[in-house]
């Protein structure tokens, strides 16, 4: 492999995270969920906008993860497939979605982490499938991005002034 | 890896600077930072000891614009250069697009370029990415001290070139950023290909921007 695979993502794709995203929220009473992938980019956030900026958060939580991937190889386990950071009054959990995305729940005291873990296995499974299908069309989805930039430079170059 | 996201219309690609302690890779960030327009960067957050060493990573995300009627999102990060803290120096190299090597050009530095280019290559062979491959970029920063040494030196203890091997590829490619050099040639009859470099001084802003220019093209271009 010459570098990392691209993937995409279309407005389907994107309208059946929300719809899940939104259930689960109704379901668990936390108050956004945002779905960050594994390099850092934020994916979606749904529910309560953040009052923080979400590309940093984002960012931070892909390094978290991360972080705490290599942390449960060094114990001797696979991975941790969830992580949760308990506040006095925010929260946070987050799980591992088809390997490549992160789902992070805010919640407060409004919810109980208990509900919030039980109603996000149930989520994170309706997610796999949605990125499992999505991962399996790169295929066509490399072929949309073909072309998509030709003749970029140019633009490039003007950006730059 | 980079993600578009046609929902958005975002490109986000993923940009690592990468090289030795102290050889200015989050200065390059800082100045980026200070030249860039607010409207088009987001905040840079530093992962930090106390005394300003970089501990995991440095961040800044840059609008470079809308291409296409895609709006083009660079992330920009460091990693620690010091040796010791290669666990979380690989973690920033997960699904990299573009690579900028910045090499501190001090004589006595020399050993510390190479040490960290060979651990580049390392970290990059243990994902499965061929660095040769992807878009790579080398500035050689501090050109404006003393003990700086000859460009013809450091070319070749870091980017002495690798060989090309697909057919397609075997023709003379002219370095844009310096007339009369060649960043594919044929060396004693074999394809050499070599990655492009620019010079800096990252603490005035000088070269800082062909740098980021230059990598980000190559990026793009991967996509076209």
Not at chain 1, 79 to 88: I, N
Not at chain 1, 134 to 150: C, D, I, P, T
């Amino acid at each position: 492999m010459a570098g990392a695979a691209s993937w995409s993502f279309n407005e389907n794709d994107f309208k059946q995270i929300q719809t899940h995203l939104q259930a689960f929220l109704r379901d668990s009473n936390a108050r956004c969920a945002l779905l960050v992938d594994r390099n850092g980019q934020l994916v979606a956030t749904v529910g309560e906008t953040p009052q923080f900026d979400p590309t940093n958060f984002a960012s931070l939580t892909a390094a978290d993860f991360s972080a705490n991937d290599q942390l449960a190889k060094m114990i001797g386990e696979a991975e941790f497939a969830s992580l949760v950071h308990q506040g006095e009054r925010e929260s946070m959990y987050m799980a591992d979605v088809a390997k490549r995305v992160i789902l992070v729940v805010l919640f407060d005291q409004r919810a109980t982490l208990g509900l919030v873990k039980l109603k996000a296995k149930a989520v994170v499974g309706e997610l796999n499938k949605v990125f499992e299908e999505m991962f399996n069309r790169v295929g066509s989805g490399q072929a949309q991005q073909k072309g998509l930039l030709e003749g970029a430079e140019d633009e490039i170059d003007k950006l730059f002034g | 890896m980079s993600m578009i996201n046609y929902a958005s219309r975002e490109i986000n690609c993923k940009l690592v600077y990468y090289g030795p302690g102290l050889g200015g890779k989050t200065t390059n960030l800082e100045h980026i930072y200070g030249k860039v327009s607010p409207n088009t960067r987001g905040k840079m957050i530093s992962l930090a000891t106390e005394t300003e060493r970089t501990l995991f990573f440095d961040f800044l995300p840059v609008d470079l614009g809308t291409i296409r009627g895609f709006k083009t999102r660079f992330h920009l990060y460091t990693v620690p250069g010091q040796v010791y803290y290669n666990a979380s120096r690989k973690l920033i190299l997960k699904g990299v697009d573009g690579i900028v090597f910045v090499a501190d050009s001090q004589i006595e530095r020399m050993e510390a370029n190479v040490e960290s280019m060979q651990n580049l290559y390392d970290n990059m062979a243990e994902y499965g990415y061929d660095l040769t491959k992807i878009p790579f970029v080398i500035q050689y920063n501090k050109r404006d001290l003393p003990n700086a040494a000859p460009i013809k030196d450091l070319q070749a203890s870091l980017n002495p070139g690798w060989p090309i091997e697909e057919a397609t590829r075997q023709k003379v490619a002219p370095d844009p950023a310096h007339p009369g050099e060649n960043l594919v040639d044929k060396v004693g009859g074999e394809w050499v290909g070599r990655a492009a470099y620019h010079e800096a001084v990252a603490v005035r802003g000088d070269g800082v921007f062909d740098t980021l220019k230059a990598v980000s093209k190559l990026v793009l271009k991967t996509l076209s």
